[in-house]
């Protein structure tokens, strides 16, 4: 059985291509591999002139297929099923593309692979050299196809054979009223509105003298026909070289467009997986967050539109080395942990070699790890000067199949180049892309009334006092985190932390000493907090970046950039710094698109091993997406998943797992995040039989209404307010598995035992207080009094909250409102004076007043004097 086909998302140059195909394959069966554009849908629905007998995929039998014809494709990565047979005995490929030979991973035993404008110009060109004639409906087809890929024949790299196809469909019959009608298709309102998005975002730069632009957006649904989004961007812009990247749930789509020969899209896409040709190109990328398909694409296109500059330009430094002796072991833990590829060796300053990652883990697979890695260095190598043209190092690095070339400085090893430098190499350092969308164009002006309108003017003196000391030093300064976030979404914020590009510490002593502060340093941290005499503090910390040495450990840190130290953060939205240095002061730099994400209210991480790294971040994702009312982005919730799925939160230690629960028991409104939780999975790492089961979650409703009543009540009155909805939350486990859960949480002894026995003691009492409710025993004031008075406001509340009895209820609001705070009148000396003498007697005598205090029995200095005459005669 012979099959013709061609690749997913099917363009018109396909439909086209497929119909051509039969005429040269009669017996052929026409069948999609997947999915196929919204623009040749609606022409299946919409046209009624022509039937084509299109055989559904689930229908076919594939066991039963010879020969498989492929059109507009030479790659099995895009032919869904059918890369399936591709290698089976006794199949035959023919493909009949217009992209270059060498594009594709598919070997053909016949047809026609050459560029051109369009696959359907090839397969015209050959019908009209064999003679076969087409009807008007297949000419039309055909014409569809070329039109689409080469731009309505106005592509620079069309050819005269393009125009002479064209012609020709002309001649059999093409429709050019139907061709126009597809061409040109009203854009619905989900593209209309991605359309406004990337044009806000778009962003041209030169490169090697070419000005190539890229425009990017993200949304949490699909969205299709973004082709034709590039055709009118390319268009309504005049942009020679377009590339839109537009991140969709858990995909991340780019499609290209180029008017230049110097710009080959097809070439470029091919490096994240896609293909095209050299006009036209798309690719789909899997797994991966915005911004890291983002920076793939900028290192793409900087080894493909490579300026002509010298190793100066692009070098790094200072260099990571590894002495000689390092064991094959030690070294990958060093490769890893300052994620590079490639390391110089060095026997004291002289360098005597270059060690790889591919080496060193074939020879730990050999199990070699215990020798010095001077055994298997690479000992040949370019040595190269700061004035080795890049041109150069690029033929060695990419022609070789190398990873890093040492720069010297006579005999000194002064810096390197390493492939991810050359693939950044562009003019001036200028970004490639911004991820700061204009969509919501924050400028310096515009922070600086944020600054003047929401903080105090002290504050502000504040700011600016720290970028002038930053001045005289010669550090940069930044305000950076979550303060930056909140002045931008308008919520009180005084929690200010600052980001040195330099020495911190050095810094916060400065700063302390011309100001009359104290400091407390962390030098291993390149920490330090300064105190202000009325007792305010501003964390300052260097500019670092942070490695783990496995999932859930706590960082290693290491100085490094203001990018590098916003990337090791936890989402975009954190990720924004407000430069403080006087000339600068309040320009705002957001290198990830957090302004984008503030403005959509959705919550990202940086990149795939966020959660692997820090479980914790599961947990403040949750928070931040409920204090702030945003939502975790579909391919973030989908990390968040995967890291529950493999269990990484079991290897958090409990100090930090509970400092996160604490937190998020903080909020004004806790049960959104505990709904969160459970619905994520997350609450079987704080105790595998914990579930928000419905009592549960009853009891939490309660605690919430509650802790708002008693806040309400007594605004100044301090408590632990998380101990309440953590007692709750846990209300339903068993004492042993209370104390697990403690345990679990590393809670520290004494308070441990504070808490178990205080929910022992709950248990207890609120038994007593329904039994007597049960039997319809009287209670009096006294009796509650006493019942209640040595257990702590948290657990009176945990109680109020677990009851269901409404009388029991009311017991413990009476206590909290009115009776707690009882007192007698009469003091022991007074009782001395009348007679009392001094002893148990004392005690005795200030309950029973105060019993009948509760009681309502006396209610004045008078009425308890002769209550105490009374006893006191009586006894006498």
């Not at 994702?621 to 990484?648: C, G, P, S, W, Y």
């Amino acid at each position: 059985m012979d099959v013709i086909t061609t690749h997913v998302n099917a363009d018109f140059d396909c439909l086209g291509a497929m119909v051509a195909a039969r005429k040269l394959y009669p017996e052929a069966r026409l069948v999609f591999s997947g999915s196929q554009e919204k623009s040749m849908r609606d022409f299946f629905l919409k046209s009624t002139s022509y039937a084509l007998d299109f055989t559904r995929l689930k229908d076919l039998e594939f066991d039963k297929i010879t020969r498989l014809i492929l059109v507009d494709c030479q790659h099995s990565s895009r032919i869904g099923r059918f890369a399936e047979i591709l290698t089976r005995p006794g199949v035959e490929v023919h493909i009949y593309d217009h992209h270059p030979e060498s594009s594709g991973d598919i070997t053909p035993a016949a047809g026609i692979i050459r560029e051109s404008g369009s696959t359907c110009t090839i397969l015209a060109t050959l019908l009209r050299e064999r003679g076969i004639e087409v009807n008007a409906t297949e000419a039309t087809l055909m014409m569809l196809g070329i039109y689409e890929d080469t731009g309505s024949l106005t592509f620079p790299t069309i050819t005269g054979e393009d125009y002479q196809a064209a012609a020709w469909l002309l001649e059999q019959g093409a429709n050019l009223n139907t061709v126009a009608d597809f061409m040109t298709q009203e854009l619905t309102a989900e593209q209309v509105s991605l359309l406004n998005d990337l044009l806000k975002s778009l962003q041209t730069t030169t490169l090697n003298g070419i000005d190539v632009s890229l425009a990017h957006t993200s949304v949490d649904y699909y969205i299709g026909d973004i082709a034709v989004l590039a055709h009118m961007m390319r268009d309504m812009e005049n942009l020679e070289a377009l590339f839109l990247v537009v991140g969709m749930g858990n995909r991340v789509y780019i499609v290209a467009r180029s008017r230049i020969p110097e710009v080959n899209v097809g070439d470029i896409l091919r490096e994240l997986g896609g293909g095209g040709h050299a006009t036209a190109a798309s690719a789909t990328v899997r797994e991966l967050t915005l911004i890291q398909v983002l920076e793939r694409l900028e290192e793409t296109l900087r080894n493909k539109v490579n300026p002509r500059r010298v190793a100066r330009d692009i070098m790094s430094a200072p260099v990571k080395t590894m002495p000689a002796s390092t064991t094959l072991t030690e070294a990958r833990e060093l490769l890893t942990r300052y994620n590079v590829n490639a390391m110089p060796v060095m026997d004291g300053k002289r360098m005597v070699g270059i060690i790889s990652r591919r080496i060193v883990e074939k020879a730990l697979y050999h199990e070699l790890g215990s020798l010095p890695v001077s055994e298997y260095m690479h000992t040949e190598y370019l040595k190269g000067t700061p004035d080795t043209p890049v041109a150069a190092v690029q033929e060695y690095i990419v022609g070789q199949n190398r990873r890093l070339v040492p720069i010297f400085d006579g005999e000194e090893l002064c810096a390197v180049i390493t492939r991810t430098d050359l693939l950044r190499s562009m003019y001036a350092g200028e970004a490639l892309y911004d991820l700061a969308r204009d969509s919501l164009p924050i400028r310096s002006r515009e922070v600086m009334r944020l600054i003047d309108r929401q903080l105090a003017p002290d504050v502000v003196k504040m700011l600016r006092d720290l970028g002038q000391v930053g001045e005289e030093l010669d550090l940069p300064v930044y305000a950076v985190g979550g303060f930056v976030r909140d002045l931008l979404l308008g919520i009180e914020n005084c929690d200010i932390d600052v980001t040195i590009e330099g020495d911190g510490i050095l810094f916060a002593t400065t700063f302390a000493a011309k100001f009359g502060c104290r400091v407390k340093s962390h030098v291993k941290f390149g920490t330090a907090v300064i105190v202000f005499p009325d007792g305010t503090k501003i964390d300052v910390a260097s500019t670092r970046l942070e490695y783990y040495a496995s999932p859930g450990a706590l960082p290693t840190v290491e100085r490094s950039s203001l990018k590098m130290d916003l990337y090791r953060r936890d989402f975009t939205i954190n990720t924004l710094a407000i430069r403080l240095n006087s000339p600068d002061f309040g320009v705002l730099i957001d290198y990830f698109g957090a302004q984008r994400d503030l403005q959509e209210r959705v919550l990202r991480v940086l990149h795939n091993l966020s959660f692997v790294e820090d479980p914790t971040r599961v947990f403040r994702a949750i928070r931040f997406e409920q204090r702030l009312d945003f939502h975790i982005a579909k391919h973030t919730e989908n990390l968040i998943k995967n890291a529950v799925k493999m269990n990484f939160l079991d290897k958090l230690g409990g100090k930090r797992l509970l400092s996160e629960l604490v937190h998020i028991l903080t909020e004004n409104d806790p049960l959104r995040a505990v709904d969160r939780l459970a619905s994520l999975g997350l609450l079987r790492f704080i105790h595998p039989d914990l579930f928000l089961t419905k009592p549960v979650r009853r009891n939490m409703e309660e605690a919430v209404r509650i802790v708002s009543w008693f806040e309400l009540l007594f605004l100044d009155r301090r408590y632990e307010k998380w101990a309440v909805y953590f007692l709750t939350l846990t209300g339903t486990l068993s004492n042993d598995e209370f104390l697990a859960t403690c345990n679990r949480l590393a809670v520290n002894e004494h308070y441990r035992e504070k808490l178990f026995e205080s929910r022992r003691q709950a248990g207890t009492m609120l038994e007593i207080m329904q039994r007597k409710v049960a039997r319809g025993i009287p209670v009096l004031r006294s009796d509650i009094y006493f019942w209640l008075k040595a257990l702590p406001v948290e657990l009176l509340l945990f109680m109020m909250a677990s009851t269901t009895s409404a009388d029991v209820k009311k017991f413990i609001s009476l206590y909290i409102t009115q009776l707690q705070n009882v007192r007698t009148m009469l003091n022991g000396k007074e009782l001395q004076r009348l007679g009392v003498p001094a002893g148990p007697r004392i005690r005795e005598l200030l309950d029973v007043l105060l019993t009948a205090r509760l009681n309502n029995e006396v209610l004045s200095r008078e009425d308890e004097e002769r209550l105490v005459r009374k006893r006191v005669g009586r006894v006498l």
